[in-house]
């Protein structure tokens, strides 16, 4: 799993932007946003509140730029990995574990003090406080913005001089700046003015946390309102085919009838050999009609049969090619409904025809193999994949990585559990998906 963690580029990326945060002090410092031409003219006696302001806000401007590559960059590694492994806990735990880290690099590669006293602490407390609350609802880009504002805010509490005794302000830029507002009497303004924008700031990443948070909760509920019509929709016009389907077998019974009396009435050897034939073509639509009404409706097929409809289903009509792999003998008989699980092989294939949609070079494959002794039916894809944090929510009806809602994958689920069958899914972004219906020992026969 880890060796998995490694190979993913979106981790890399997100290294990626921590290690920026924490070494673009190198291209933007105090000398290259004038700040040090300030602070030197400030030394110099030439001390004036403007001159004073404008240099403590390019440095809460500089710190909040500087913070925040290495702060969202944790905060996205942490979703990141715990969505991979499944461990929620872990959004919280790496952003602990990294940010120090940072300040630790910080501190070693610069002269520049940039010290992790109360003002980190209470920022990453606000920011973990941030990451529990949202609980994957907010996007990286809502996620930036709300992030920006909160470290903006809490970075003037550092340029509040009565604050220093109590650990904010340790830094040796802040540290001088607050010395000359008080040498200048200044000290009370700049409080003013510090606390000001600090609740400003921080009142607005509240806002808009909560703001975005419900928005995206108001979201996902129209969503599951639109999946339960979609599935009653569903339900009712299931009902309705099956009442047709039902319907059908009252004029197959009386073809049936009349194709006996037909036998019954001629001596022709070729009439009787049609009719016989018309009767076995009778009682396998009977049989067919049977599997549909009924979901516990079984028989054993063999895989080449099973393939054979599948393909037949699913290509009549149009150009499509699916291959299939058989790793086992295609003699093999299998106890399944057959329509039921070729309407659920046809659903893969279905999704795995849209997930190579425009992919150069897209492969689909039907895949037949024995694993101890299970038999596995599988589909894949070179397509795009699935984000592990999906890979859960494509069973529920309704749920969709497409523009429209579906059922597809919850039918196969439903299909899988009817026959005992479990599902596996293997899936990795630009690489392609696997999902494979693996049918247990009692369903096979050798």
Not at 18 to 24: D, Y
Not at 136 to 160: A, M, V
Not at 167 to 180: A, D, R, V
Request: a negative charge.
């Amino acid at each position: 799993m880890i060796a998995s963690l490694m190979k993913s580029w979106t981790i890399w990326m997100k290294i990626g932007v921590i290690l920026f945060g924490v070494f673009l002090l190198s291209w933007l410092g105090p000398d290259e946003i004038g700040l040090t031409d300030l602070l030197i003219s400030l030394r110099e006696g030439e001390e004036t509140g403007n001159q004073l302001m404008l240099a403590v806000f390019l440095l809460v401007s500089l710190n909040t730029v500087l913070a925040l590559f290495h702060y969202i960059g944790a905060l996205l590694l942490g979703d990141e990995i715990a969505a991979r492994l499944n461990r929620p806990w872990l959004k919280i735990v790496i952003p602990l574990i990294v940010i120090p880290l940072d300040y630790i690099v910080i501190n070693a590669y610069y002269s520049l003090t940039y010290s992790f006293s109360a003002y980190a602490l209470l920022l990453l407390l606000a920011i973990l406080l941030l990451q529990a609350f949202e609980k994957d609802r907010l996007k990286p880009i809502i996620k930036t913005i709300i992030c920006s504002q909160l470290i903006f805010g809490i970075e003037w509490l550092n340029e509040i001089p009565s604050l220093s005794q109590y650990g904010f302000g340790q830094g040796s830029i802040s540290k001088e700046l607050t010395n000359i507002a008080v040498q200048i009497g200044f000290e009370q303004s700049l409080t003013l003015y510090s606390l000001t924008l600090c609740l400003i700031f921080v009142i607005n990443a509240v806002i808009l946390a909560v703001y975005f948070s419900l928005a995206e909760q108001k979201w996902r509920i129209k969503q599951e309102l639109h999946y339960a019509q979609l599935e009653a929709m569903q339900s009712r016009s299931g009902r309705e085919a099956l009442y047709l389907v039902h319907d059908l077998k009252t004029p197959l019974t009386a073809i049936e009838g009349l194709n006996s009396l037909i036998s019954m009435k001629v001596d022709d050897s070729k009439i009787k050999e049609y009719c016989q034939r018309i009767s076995a073509s009778i009682l396998s639509v009977s049989d067919m009609i049977s599997e549909i009404l009924y979901d516990d409706k079984k028989h054993w097929c063999r895989i080449k049969d099973l393939v054979e409809y599948v393909e037949a289903s699913r290509l009549s009509g149009t150009n499509l090619n699916l291959k299939v792999d058989f790793q086992t003998d295609p003699e093999i008989k299998i106890f399944i409904n057959k329509i039921r699980m070729t309407r659920a092989l046809v659903n893969l294939i279905d999704n795995a025809y849209d997930a190579v949609n425009g992919v150069e070079d897209g492969k689909i494959l039907l895949k037949v193999k024995n694993y101890e002794n299970e038999l596995w039916l599988g589909v894949s894809d070179n397509g795009i994949g699935i984000l592990p944090k999906e890979q859960e929510k494509i069973w529920k009806a309704g749920f969709s990585t497409k523009s429209h809602p579906g059922m597809g994958l919850a039918f196969v689920r439903q299909v899988a559990e009817g026959h005992g069958a479990s599902l596996e899914i293997d899936s990795k972004l630009g690489h392609g998906t696997i999902i494979w219906i693996k049918l247990a020992e009692g369903s096979v026969s050798r």
